[in-house]
């Protein structure tokens, strides 16, 4: 399965986070499983897709889970450890190009907004992401 989810990169570094780490853990908000392929649409400033990762592990309980709070921007946020089920990002490219903005993904079927975690079902809109990975020529 394919998703999209996206990220407040006023709270939390995922550029550095990934540049340390090569992967994030990211607490589970719906089915996704191990295999699956997650975009990550990092919201504004940046407004755009921008990074290709992979499920590399699933349930992940809060012992097996890394400490990234140097990547925390904004101090105040807090994530409810008594509910942290997380599945590991393994980040497959990141992507420089401004192809998947907001605004374009609409023009080809996005319906609304990222608000949270979304299924990609739409092939047209799929392919059109997929294309634009394989597109950019930024080092995996």
Same mark, same amino acid.
């Given at each position: 399965?394919?998703?999209?989810?996206?990220?407040?990169?006023?709270?939390?570094?995922?550029?550095? !986070?990934? @540049?340390?780490? %090569?992967?994030?853990?990211? =607490?589970?908000?719906?089915?996704?499983?191990? %295999?699956? $392929?997650?975009?990550?649409? +990092?919201?504004?400033? /940046? %407004?755009?897709? $921008?990074?290709?990762?992979? /499920? @590399?592990?699933?349930?992940?309980?809060?012992?097996?889970?890394?400490?990234? !709070?140097?990547?925390?921007?904004?101090?105040?946020?807090? /994530?409810?450890?008594?509910?942290?089920?997380?599945?590991?990002?393994?980040? /497959?490219?990141?992507?420089?190009?401004?192809?998947?903005?907001? @605004? !374009?993904?609409?023009?080809? %079927?996005?319906?609304? !907004?990222? +608000?949270?975690?979304?299924?990609?079902?739409?092939?047209?809109?799929? +392919?059109?992401?997929?294309?634009?990975?394989?597109?950019?020529? =930024?080092?995996?």
């Amino acid at each position: 399965m394919d998703w999209i989810i996206p990220a407040n990169c006023k709270v939390y570094d995922l550029e550095a !986070s990934f @540049e340390k780490n %090569g992967f994030v853990d990211w =607490t589970k908000r719906a089915n996704i499983v191990m %295999g699956d $392929k997650v975009y990550i649409y +990092q919201t504004k400033p /940046v %407004g755009k897709i $921008k990074y290709k990762t992979l /499920v @590399e592990r699933d349930n992940l309980r809060e012992d097996e889970i890394i400490d990234d !709070s140097e990547f925390l921007i904004d101090k105040k946020f807090k /994530v409810n450890e008594s509910a942290r089920i997380s599945v590991r990002l393994k980040l /497959v490219k990141e992507i420089k190009s401004d192809k998947l903005t907001l @605004e !374009s993904l609409k023009a080809i %079927g996005l319906k609304s !907004s990222f +608000q949270g975690i979304m299924k990609l079902r739409d092939p047209l809109l799929l +392919q059109l992401i997929e294309d634009s990975f394989c597109d950019d020529h =930024t080092i995996e």
